[in-house]
């Protein structure tokens, strides 16, 4: 080998010689340590390995290597940083996010996983369909030939006598088939879907009436309350405490409001405050009815203590159908008033319950619940239904004949049309048709537990919070309300159709005492019955004879025949002296 085959190399290189001095050339000198040296004994196997690549490789490609191995360990770091950055772009794809520039090679990675996202998302699109719109109950017609379908009232029987109201026929519906015909989905609220209600423990006394129970609801948030919208939080009575029943007034015991809450189908409701009424019991009740219906009677400590003492009340709670609901701390000194919370607020006493049937105490029911709800509510593709006045169907006319009956005070029912008046009521006339009274018959209710019905029961409970207790003056003003805002209608059946699923009674202090009306002291005499008459004899020679005269024979008195006669001229002067 000679010394021109190595040629020069500078001094940055690995195998550099040494400097070209005095113009001639120098032999390298050999800077590395002799190859005969032994490897110490801590060396570690790849130095090793490099040591026998130093050994056999020529000393001139020795810099070549350790060049290409440098090159190799940085082409793999910078291979392995690209795969990083590849990974990454694809999580950032997954969360649709706007990647940055990459390279053909990234670019088409994240393509792919791209593509195979749209794929992954089409496949959930055709197994997971959207949810169906929500499920409403529209109605259904009879069957042809159903005798129920082209019923019509006869013609009222023709009996001068009897002017007063009376029961009329009514087509009910077999028990089975109107089970059978019990919706499976609720009816249609219009516009309004949620309904809450206002819990506030710090009450301010409104502008005028209203109660602490009622929670004092001002004139800007009553008439924000008919303002119906999709969403609304109305005052709904048991303002205070944390549910209806506790704490709120009106408060039951809690195994009560269990048996309440677990009530998830129909429940017939009353209620007796003051022991102002007797419990009557339902008729014709079926097996089907008794085994699934809820039939709760609401009395106050004072009526309870009655049927305790009249040993009516069984170890269950219950006087025949009835279970007794006790009720304590009740809102009002009325007993009247008190008994409009569960008539219009029974929505919040069975949270679970789809259909309610209010019976006024005074009542005795006399045909299946099921039947009911079938003919005034399912047949009709109604929400609630309520019975129109047999004879008045004009507020300001029904206004008058409270105040005729001294049913309140005549300056509250003044002010309370007065107000109806400043803010649009008219008297009913033609015009309002379909609707066919602004007066109901509010003794019996009929309701689905819907948004929009429980909001209208609500509505028409502030307005007897508010004004007087008198729900018949208020109940067109709070239908119409909603009507302007909803197109919500109302099943206002005939009167006499009420009368033949229920049977008016009379109060209990009537039947207790029970006396016959005082003589009149002025006016038309009434003529009662004359006592019999008792004829005796007056001669003494002759037998004594005893003649006793009821009512229907007494015409005349015997004339006796004979000697005795005298003329008929004669007794009419005697009878004249």
């Known amino acids: 080998m000679t010394t021109g085959s190595l040629g020069l190399r500078s001094s940055g290189s690995y195998g550099s010689l040494q400097p070209i001095q005095n113009g001639s050339i120098c032999l390298p000198i050999q800077t590395t340590p002799p190859f005969s040296r032994k490897p110490p004994k801590m060396l570690k196997e790849k130095d090793k390995l490099f040591h026998r690549i130093f050994k056999f490789a020529p000393r001139k490609k020795v810099g070549m290597l350790l060049l290409c191995l440098a090159s190799l360990a940085v082409f793999v770091w910078v291979l392995t940083v690209g795969k990083g950055e590849v990974a990454r772009e694809s999580i950032f794809s997954n969360i649709r996010t706007v990647p940055g520039p990459l390279s053909e090679e990234k670019v088409s990675v994240s393509e792919t996983s791209s593509s195979r996202i749209t794929e992954i998302e089409r496949s959930v699109n055709v197994t997971l369909p959207p949810p169906p719109p929500p499920v409403y109950f529209t109605g259904y017609k009879l069957p042809p030939g159903n005798p129920c379908d082209h019923f019509t009232l006869p013609p009222p029987p023709a009996d001068k006598k009897r002017t007063g109201p009376r029961p009329c026929p009514v087509c009910y519906l077999p028990l089975e088939d109107a089970v059978a015909l019990m919706p499976n989905a609720p009816s249609f609220s219009p516009v309004l879907k949620d309904l809450t209600y206002i819990h506030d423990e710090n009450l301010t006394k409104s502008e005028f009436g209203g109660s602490e129970f009622g929670g004092y609801p001002s004139l800007g948030q009553r008439s924000d309350s008919y303002d119906i919208r999709e969403s609304m939080s109305v005052h709904c009575g048991f303002v205070k405490g944390v549910k209806p029943g506790h704490g709120t007034g009106f408060d039951i015991d809690e195994s009560d409001l269990l048996e309440m809450e677990s009530c998830q189908g129909v429940v017939v409701a009353s209620a007796v405050f003051g022991a102002f009424d007797l419990i009557r019991q339902p008729k014709n009740i079926s097996e089907y009815s008794k085994r699934n219906v809820c039939f709760h009677m609401f009395v106050d400590e004072e009526t309870e203590g009655f049927l305790r003492n009249s040993s009516l009340v069984g170890s269950d709670n219950k006087v025949g159908l009835w279970r007794i609901i006790v009720v304590r701390n009740l809102p009002y000194s009325d007993p009247r008033r008190n008994g409009k919370v569960p008539k219009l607020l029974l929505h919040r006493l069975f949270p679970k319950t789809r259909y309610s049937l209010w019976v006024d105490a005074k009542l005795e029911l006399v045909v299946d619940p099921i039947q009911i709800l079938e003919r005034f509510l399912w047949r009709k593709n109604a929400s609630f239904a309520i019975s129109r006045h047999y004879k008045r169907f004009d507020v300001f006319v029904e206004a008058e004949a409270n105040k005729a009956a001294a049913k309140y005070d005549n300056a509250s029912i003044d002010f309370q049309i007065d107000f109806y008046k400043n803010e649009g009521l008219t008297p ?15 003794c019996v ?57 229920v049977v008016q009674g009379y109060h209990r202090d009537l039947l207790e005492h029970w006396s016959p009306p005082p003589p009149p002291t002025g006016g038309v005499a009434q003529v009662h019955p004359p006592p019999p008459i008792i004829i005796t004899n007056e001669n003494p020679n002759e037998p004594s004879e005893t003649i006793l005269l009821d009512n229907n024979s007494m015409n005349k008195a015997p004339i006796k025949r004979g000697k005795d006669r005298k003329s008929r001229r004669h007794r009419k002067n005697i009878a004249a002296n």
């Open 428 to 442: 009913y006339s033609v015009e309002k048709l379909p609707i066919t009274s602004d007066v109901p018959e509010g």
């Open 445 to 501: 209710i009929v309701k689905e537990h819907i948004p929009i019905a429980n909001l209208f029961t609500c509505l028409w409970f502030n307005e007897v919070d508010r004004f007087t207790s008198r729900d018949q003056i208020s109940f067109s003003t709070v239908r119409d309300k909603i009507h302007s805002k909803t197109n919500y209608t109302i099943n206002m059946f005939l009167d006499c159709e009420r009368r033949n699923f």
